[in-house]
């Protein structure tokens, strides 16, 4: 998503999302279509096991445009990002502001922005977008220039390059955002005319920075083509770009934490697809570089309206289940709210308001790290009143509604991730701690920001479950 975004980006993934799957790469053939309308009722129970250890530092991100600010403002962004312990910003370059004219650099704001970056240790990923209009493909009087691709994709590729080698500091760079919407790619979406714009840019990138990874650009949703069906990424797929080693990136923004409106629940059937696509397709790494929801309290536009309360919630439950599935980095959308340059919903992504004061999503993400730890690796699931004697709790076996999730951290302590769609209440069995039988645990509410100690009675521990992220440790 982009700050100086002016239209409407199409729906939110609802549909089936088509993918072919084969061992050497997609035939069409082969597609099959993932589940799709959601029936009438209590939605499914989720219990979707972690495939490897996470590592927040690492693995979570923020967007972030610091070059907007006032420099004290930026600085103190910064100093709130590292007060949680991240290390990785995502940074917009917008090429036709760098250069309104032919040969007219402006880097004054770009240079204070890297520099803050490099001076407070972040990682880097930085993409470049929007077409200066003498460089644009756009026709006479069209009012958006910068939507338009490049007439010449060399002359982008020469900029990416220059930009590569001013910044050093930058450690991924990201070769455009969403050009499978037309906010970002007019007049028509076109995998063929992106890779066109892609493969010089790759060449220009190794040949000045051949250290440095290189991303494909973020696809928005699970990269759906406006207009035209499909998915960006398995066009991309069938013209080779994956042969060009790059990261595959996209923006899995749902109206709901565990995916489309009305409990449909497919995030876990949707994310999964898609990824095992690009690694069958050879992708070595899979990133979400946008994902998130606007506080914004209207009118509506587009999301639905969720407020500061619905946003701290939202973003714990969906990085609860993103940690659980086979992304190497995700990125949240977005360190602080934006000024009247974007839209009314675009301007309340944010974890911290315009003027720097922390949001309830802030604090709400803060305390979900300090009780994660650093580091988590797989659990066993906990097991269920009712589920005795089996090797495990399978989903089928958890109430309606309720969503689980096991990890254990490095100090031998196992915590357990949970909400439900409803209030409910819950009963755990044979609770093991790191010294055999537990006999008490901490139940943690990280958006309320409260704990309360709970005991665990003849091995059963009884619990009210909320419509909120919790997290029970011992």
């Known amino acids: 998503m982009d700050a100086r975004r002016r239209q409407a980006l199409g729906q939110p993934a609802r549909a089936a999302v088509a993918w072919a799957l084969a061992s050497a790469g997609v035939c069409s053939a082969q597609a099959r279509s993932l589940p799709g309308a959601f029936k009438l009722g209590a939605p499914k129970a989720l219990a979707p096991q972690p495939l490897k250890p996470v590592v927040w530092a690492d693995f979570l991100g923020l967007n972030a445009q610091l070059q907007w600010f006032p420099e004290e403002i930026a600085r103190q962004q910064v100093r709130h990002l590292q007060a949680l312990g991240l290390k990785w910003v995502r940074l917009a370059l917008h090429w036709m502001l760098l250069e309104p004219e032919p040969g007219q650099l402006k880097f004054e704001g770009t240079d204070r922005m890297m520099a803050l970056v490099q001076q407070a240790g972040l990682h880097s990923v930085v993409y470049v977008v929007g077409s200066p209009r003498f460089a644009s493909s756009a026709p006479a009087g069209a009012p958006y220039a910068d939507k338009y691709p490049p007439t010449d994709p060399q002359v982008f590729a020469q900029r990416m390059a220059q930009l590569a080698q001013r910044y050093p500091m930058v450690d991924v760079w990201q070769v455009w955002n969403e050009p499978n919407i037309p906010g970002f790619w007019q007049p028509r979406i076109d995998p063929e005319g992106y890779a066109r714009l892609l493969q010089p840019a790759v060449q220009a990138l190794r040949k000045a920075v051949p250290d440095k990874p290189i991303a494909l650009a973020g696809m928005a949703y699970y990269s759906e083509m406006a207009g035209r069906g499909g998915l960006m990424l398995e066009s991309l797929g069938k013209l080779g770009v994956f042969q060009l080693k790059l990261i595959a990136c996209y923006h899995p923004y749902t109206a709901e934490p565990e995916g489309a409106q009305g409990g449909a629940r497919d995030f876990l059937t949707h994310a999964p697809f898609v990824n095992k696509g690009l690694r069958a397709l050879g992708a070595q790494q899979v990133w979400a ?45 977005t360190l602080a709210d934006l000024d009247a340059r974007a839209g009314v919903r675009d301007r309340r992504y944010g974890l911290l308001r315009e003027n720097g004061a922390r949001k309830p999503v802030y604090h709400a993400l803060q305390r979900f790290l300090a009780i994660c730890g650093p580091r988590l690796e797989p659990g066993t699931p906990v097991r269920f009143d009712g589920s005795a004697g089996r090797s495990g709790a399978a989903a089928e076996a958890l109430p309606d509604g309720l969503v689980s999730i096991a990890w254990r951290r490095p100090d031998g302590k196992r915590v357990w991730m949970a909400w439900a769609h409803q209030p409910m209440n819950v009963s755990l069995v044979d609770l093991v701690g790191a010294a055999g039988a537990a006999r008490s645990a901490t139940w943690h509410q990280p958006v309320a920001g409260t704990q309360r100690e709970v005991r665990i009675e003849a091995g059963v521990l009884r619990l009210d479950v909320g419509t909120d992220l919790q997290i029970l440790v011992w």
């Open 289 to 333: 570089t946008e994902w998130g929801w606007s506080s914004y309290d209207g009118p509506k536009e587009e999301q639905p309206i969720v407020g500061e309360a619905g946003q701290a919630g939202h973003t714990l439950k969906r990085l609860a289940l993103m940690a659980t599935q086979d992304f190497d980095r995700i990125f949240l959308f």
